[in-house]
């Protein structure tokens, strides 16, 4: 993977992952790791949940107790020098929710995104307008600055450019709810705006959109929610919440979530049926 694609974040979580993977190889339980190596049973815990960067002497310390030949070592320290990189989302923290900003940073090497979306137009399809909107909706709940609405709008295009329009594009396939595209932020100008915008983004060859039409049975009763695909890492699924997001990373629930999205599928239009909807919303909105 190309270097300005590989995540930190990531990284961190596929080094824990290894090194839980290699403890119970060995048959060992966290426990038992600590005490062999002279630690708390918390920082062995600690390091493979990625809650805390190893160091290059505790991989190593780690490697010799699980006795990795010199290959394996070179992979897991190759992970470390990774997982201490910055990631282009880190200029941004100090006005993002921190489960957002680790959002940022497993979908920075995503190969795919499933997104349901039935409230708002999902940030990565978002105008700068409507998004501005969006974030000035919220501060009447959730205290943000002048200056802290204005980073965010910036991480938001910043996020879009990252994702959208990298050399090896991430897929992205969204399902809107009808009632999405009638939800005003703004003046109807923003919101007509936005209609054309998701019009043009719908026929990039990496991005599919598709809407639920409020005619059509709601197969789920689920808030919005993200599936996330890698390459060479464990599925994760994003859900939003008002104050701290929940990743769900357990495999039984994950592919719970992808039943879920396949049967929002099977109900929503097809994707030239969504975009002449859009449309529809468009010009309702540019009276």
Known sequence: MPPEQASPTVRRLKLGQELRQLR???????????????????K?????????????????????????????????????????QRGWWE?????????????????????????????????LLQTEDYAREVILA???????????????????????????????PCILHIILDESAL?????????????????????VLPHVSVQVLPLESLHPVNTGAFIHLKFAAFDDV??????????????PEMVAGYETAFDHIRSEALDENESR???????MMWGR
């Open 237 to 250: 699924v994003y859900l939003e919440q008002l104050y701290n997001p929940r990743f769900v990373e357990d």
């Open 276 to 282: 002449v909807l859009i449309q529809r919303k468009a």
């Open 91 to 123: 200029d941004y923290e100090g006005t993002l929710p921190g489960g957002y900003t680790r959002l940022l940073g497993l979908e920075a090497e995503a190969t795919s995104q499933q997104n349901w979306e039935p409230q708002v137009v999902p940030g």
């Open 182 to 202: 009638m939800r005003r932020f703004g003046e109807p100008s923003v919101m007509r705006a936005q209609m054309e915008h998701l019009i043009q983004l719908s």
């Open 138 to 168: 919220s501060r009447g709940i959730v205290r943000i600055t002048h200056s802290g609405v204005r980073s965010r709008v910036e991480a938001r295009l910043d996020r879009q450019q990252r994702v959208l329009h990298r050399a090896d």
């Open 24 to 42: 119970e190889r060995r048959g060992l339980t966290g426990a038992r790791a600590a005490k062999e190596l002279g630690w708390s049973p918390s």
């Open 44 to 84: 062995v815990s600690r390091i493979e949940a990625a809650k805390t960067k190893p160091s290059h002497d505790d991989v190593q310390a780690f490697a010799k107790l699980y006795k990795c030949d010199d290959q394996k070592l070179d992979e897991l320290l190759g992970l470390v020098v990774d997982a201490y």
